[in-house]
């Protein structure tokens, strides 16, 4: 069992920044660890990603440039930082692990889930 806990989310004007958190507890060898979020009315999607070893990025398009993943080993805790806001980045946003395997994009390619926190961008 994996429990995954985010923090950090909350409301920001547009061309602001914000700095989301996931510590992970229970067992702690999974391979990656992603970023997801899911706006009102749509499905989850992907965000970015990082594998726990060598630390291999991957971004959503939408994204790149302007958040950056991160992770702490000896904390187990991945880290989303998102600069340049902006008023469709608001979502609720879900950090996942990944228990084997490389980097994917898909959320069924996710084994456990944090409850989710909320990122408000206004313009």
């Known amino acids: 069992q994996v429990q995954l806990v985010e923090s950090g989310g909350g409301l920001v004007q547009a061309g602001g920044s914000l700095r989301l958190s996931c510590a992970a507890s229970?067992?702690?060898?999974?391979?990656?660890m992603g970023w997801f979020r899911q706006a009102p009315g749509k499905e989850r999607e992907f965000v970015a990603a990082?594998?726990?070893?060598?630390?291999?990025?991957y971004y959503a398009d939408s994204v790149k440039g302007r958040f950056f993943i991160s992770r702490d080993n000896a904390k187990n805790t991945v880290y989303l930082q998102m600069n340049s806001l902006k008023p469709e980045d608001t979502a609720v946003y879900y950090c996942?692990?990944?228990?084997?395997?490389?980097?994917?994009?898909?959320?069924?390619?996710?084994?456990?889930w944090g409850q989710g926190t909320q990122v408000t961008v206004s313009s």
């Open positions: 990082i594998k726990w070893s060598g630390g291999v990025t």
């Open positions: 229970g067992r702690t060898d999974s391979s990656a």
């Open positions: 996942a692990t990944r228990l084997s395997g490389n980097i994917r994009t898909g959320i069924y390619d996710y084994d456990y």
